[in-house]
């Protein structure tokens, strides 16, 4: 039996995959998906969401994906990894993403992209679809890749664009942006997730998260000092919030504990500081 179902829960609330049924809306969380939304309803081009690693992200994609790919007027497509030595097979990638067949044998950059162009006005303005597409992990992308997408950006009709595309990546992106000429002048939104910011946040995206995995105990899974404890150490990081929660839960059952408190969270603290060391360690022997 795992770990969960003895604490009558129904699913695993802490995993660190992207499932938006766990998406915490937290205030710069909601504020980002809002505006995300509003940028696509007006079909004003380019949105871009930056943060640091673990500040949730993906899941915050994987939730736009949610709410916006079972709609009719709207063709949500994603990009989970854009690294693509050339332009040619950036290209190539996003004639499969979008399932653009082609019929000619060798094609060049320049049908490729003409294909992409048709693509987008059957779509947008033969169809009246939003076409929308969604790029993690865009620190990854190189200029000819960032070019080739400010190309796709430039096709609009008089009122609206025909790609909403939205980037969501690491804060080293941005120097790229900046460096690809007329690219930054095409973005409509720009928006920098950060951690939670206070105890509060915290505590309450641990709660959300045990609800959603199906807990209806009258007893609390943890207690309050755990929480302040807890975003010490996570520094209000939702994924690493989760990667202590769920050590938390595990070491509740393995220890027959009836609830999470400091003591438990601090025996995690300190068993990835010695961890940590032991990395150190080992990284110095590696380097010397």
């Not at 640091?52 to 063709?75: C, H, M, P, W, Y």
């Not at 679809?129 to 960032?146: C, F, G, R, W």
């Not at 899974?221 to 990667?243: D, Q, S, V």
Request: charged share 25%.
């Amino acid at each position: 039996m795992s770990y969960y179902k003895v604490l009558g829960l129904e699913r695993e609330p802490f995993s660190t995959s992207p499932d938006p049924d766990f998406f915490y809306k937290s205030l710069e969380h909601k504020t980002a998906l809002t505006n995300i939304l509003i940028e696509i309803r007006l079909r004003r081009g380019l949105s871009i969401i930056l943060g640091d690693v673990g500040t949730g992200k993906t899941t915050l994609s994987r939730k736009l994906f949610q709410l916006l790919a079972s709609r009719q007027d709207i063709e949500f497509y994603m990009v989970l990894d854009p690294s693509y030595d050339t332009e040619y097979l950036f290209l190539l990638s996003l004639l499969k993403t979008f399932g653009i067949g082609i019929d000619i044998a060798n094609p060049t950059i320049l049908d490729l992209k003409e294909e992409l162009k048709r693509f987008l006005f059957q779509k947008g303005v033969n169809e009246n679809k939003t076409v929308v597409l969604l790029i993690d992990e865009a620190q990854k992308l190189n200029p000819m890749s960032l070019e080739a997408l400010r190309i796709l950006l430039n096709y609009e009709t008089n009122e609206f664009k025909l790609l909403q595309l939205v980037l969501l990546g690491q804060m080293e992106v941005l120097p790229h942006l900046i460096n690809t000429k007329n690219l930054m002048d095409r973005v409509s939104l720009k928006y920098t997730l950060g951690p939670f910011n206070n105890e509060e946040e915290t505590r309450e995206m641990i709660e959300f998260r045990i609800r959603q995995a199906g807990y209806n105990g009258r007893e609390k899974l943890f207690l309050r000092e755990a929480f302040k404890e807890i975003h010490k150490h996570t520094k209000g990081y939702p994924r690493r919030i989760a990667f202590v929660c769920h050590k938390a839960l595990k070491s509740l059952v393995m220890k027959n504990k009836p609830v999470v408190n400091t003591e438990i969270i601090k025996e995690i603290i300190n068993s990835e500081a010695k961890l940590g060391w032991q990395k150190e360690e080992l990284l110095l022997k590696n380097n010397y």
